[in-house]
């Protein structure tokens, strides 16, 4: 089989199948790569260990933080203790939680995809509504990057003593 006919398989696989984990799987969410196809992740109580991406997924499936995964525990694992079986994207995520299989602890993760059940047609005009009845500007329709750390700024409106002297001071030397 060729690369591209193995690729097209492995791709048509992971978008097309719905799995349900088995007893002894996870579901887990990925908190970052650590290098060398091995990743941290998270399980819905929160239990932290490194998992690795099988040979089929690499250089055909990518994940980054925050995507979600099934894992296959490995039980003789010191440090890496699982492999990925499966990668889970929105459609799966929402056959998971309509099943109720999907993790109490990934439950308020996942608010917005309520939002966004139905048809894409249905999803439209749900979105035309939307935007006629808004007026404001609303940013939370943006794409987040979720492989960057978010970091709040916040500006004071009211300056201080030493603000003030050090502007005088800088009008006296020009």
């Not at 097209?8 to 970052?32: N, Y």
């Not at 995964?69 to 079986?85: F, R, W």
Request: aromatic share 6%; hydrophobic share 25%.
């Amino acid at each position: 089989m060729s690369k591209a006919t193995k690729r097209k398989h492995v791709v048509k696989e992971v978008l097309e199948d719905c799995v349900t984990p088995t007893e002894d799987q996870h579901i887990m969410r990925v908190l970052g790569s650590n290098g060398n196809n091995l990743h941290e992740a998270v399980t819905g109580s929160g239990e932290r260990f490194l998992v690795s991406m099988p040979t089929k997924f690499r250089k055909n499936l990518w994940i980054k933080r925050g995507d979600f995964v099934i894992v296959d525990p490995i039980k003789e694992g010191e440090k890496v203790k699982g492999e990925i079986s499966f990668i889970l994207y929105r459609d799966h995520i929402q056959y998971l939680r309509k099943t109720g299989v999907w993790p109490e602890g990934f439950q308020e993760d996942h608010t917005s995809s309520e939002r966004n059940e139905g048809t894409p047609k249905e999803r439209m005009e749900r979105k035309t509504e939307e935007d006629d009845s808004d007026s404001e500007d609303d940013d939370s329709d943006l794409f987040v990057n979720t492989n960057r750390a978010t970091v709040l700024y916040s500006e004071s409106e009211e300056e201080t003593d030493e603000d003030e002297e050090e502007k005088e001071e800088d009008k006296g030397r020009a």
